[in-house]
């Protein structure tokens, strides 16, 4: 008889992006398989709607980072002070793009010494505020446990390393996107997945209004690589231009609606914060 499949969920801490939406947090993805908690980035209010959803910092097992610009990465070292804080009693592991070590030591240990030093003296473990940093280069795999694999594919994004992950387990597949120009790897990379979080900055003509536009995906570009790949379900987040449109949830159901058109058999959903999928 096969063994029964590690339990597989997906919560998205953080649908939004860069700027301070009153209703959506920055981007954070949590998947959860098996006994891991994996955290796929880690950006503005991530630390608090965690906890707010049901997770505690101290319960994050594995942090990953797509890219290093700031919007993905602000509340990295607040998660690993406050795990720390609260009694984490391991170095976290976070994997990351070439440039996290330093963003770590820089942002976090050399930032905060004198609050190091302070809690250090009353007796405080330093070693467990620790983390293990893998520091990746190219593509390619990326972890793998008894429970599941990890793997990665490169994608242009503002003049970054960006990488994009896969978690897959027991047949099912979770492919958490960074943000991107569209790029036609990624429908082999999203092939028949169950659950693919893919970000939605924009419309084509809101990207003509900014000068970083190129750097991501609209509507049709979602749903022409989603069509082609198979996606079974897609969720849109780093939903950017609700921020130039007064929070209005309308445009981001628009864009929905655009990915809907374009590959039917899939569900595609706009991402809100505490939104979660069991899979
Ligand atoms: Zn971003
Ligand atoms: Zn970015």
Redesign the pocket.
């Known amino acids: 008889m096969a063994a029964t499949p590690p339990p597989l969920s997906v919560m998205i801490a953080g649908s939004g ?2 700027r301070a939406h009153p209703q959506r947090g920055g981007p954070c993805f949590v998947v959860r398989v098996g006994a891991r908690n994996l955290v796929f980035d880690c950006g503005r209010l991530a630390v608090h709607n965690l906890s707010r959803f049901g997770l505690p910092v101290e319960d994050v097992t594995d942090v990953f980072i ?2 290093l ?1 700031f ?2 990465i602000c509340d990295l070292p607040l998660l690993l002070l406050l795990s720390w804080n609260n009694g984490r009693t391991r170095r976290l592991p976070v994997t990351g793009p070439r440039g996290i070590a330093d963003f770590l030591e820089l942002g976090l240990r050399q930032a905060y010494a004198h609050d190091i030093r302070s809690r250090t003296s009353h007796g405080k473990n330093v070693s467990y505020l620790d983390w293990d940093v893998t520091e990746l280069t190219q593509e390619g795999p990326c972890l793998e446990d008894a429970d599941f694999t990890i793997d990665t594919l490169i994608t242009k ?2 003049g ?1 390393l ?1 990488f994009n992950y896969r978690v897959r387990s027991a047949g099912r597949t979770v492919v958490v996107m ?2 991107s120009e569209p790029d036609p790897r990624i429908v082999d990379f999203c092939r028949d997945a169950d659950l693919v979080l893919f970000e939605c900055s924009g419309t084509k003509e809101f990207y003509a209004t900014v000068p ?1 536009g190129t ?2 995906a609209t509507p049709e570009d979602v749903g022409a690589l989603m069509r082609a790949a198979g996606a079974k379900q897609v969720v849109l987040k ?1 939903l950017v231009i609700e921020s130039f449109r007064n929070q209005d949830p309308q445009v981001s159901e628009a864009m929905a609606a655009t990915v809907r058109a374009i590959h039917p058999a899939a569900k595609v959903f706009v991402a809100a914060d505490g939104m979660t999928f069991d899979l």
Request: cysteine-free; overall charge negative; hydrophobic content about 30%.
């Open positions: 992006a860069v797509t890219h610009h919007d993905h994004h503002g970054l960006n960074s943000d970083w750097w991501h780093h």
